[in-house]
């Protein structure tokens, strides 16, 4: 069981490797043909009735890992100006009183 685990994790480092590549053609983001792909293979699975296991207990905890991830993705596209600086300081003060 664990050689199936460490193969489908692997599996999908590849394919998320591949659809990186291919997003940079297709101009569709790699996550979206994640998200297509994990959706193929749950209907797949369902019809061809192969069980999956229960992950409802870990999503939260990948759920946020992937978007801490993201959000730190994005902001390495961040450039800061001089001439941005009150709209930068106007959004953190936001931030702390809200």
Not at 18 to 33: E, M, N, Q, R, Y
Not at 84 to 97: Q, T
Request: proline share 3%.
């Amino acid at each position: 069981m664990t050689y199936h685990v460490l193969i489908a994790f692997c599996v999908v480092i590849l394919l998320a490797y591949i659809f990186d590549i291919s997003a940079k053609h297709t101009k569709i983001p790699g996550v979206i043909l994640l998200i297509l792909t994990g959706m193929a293979i749950n209907y797949l699975a369902s019809s061809w009735k192969i069980g999956i296991p229960d992950m409802s207990g870990l999503l939260p905890i990948m759920g946020t890992l992937g978007l801490i991830l993201i959000v730190m993705e994005g902001s390495l596209d961040l450039t800061i100006h001089r001439d941005k600086s009150r709209l930068i300081i106007g959004s953190v003060s936001a931030a702390i009183l809200l």
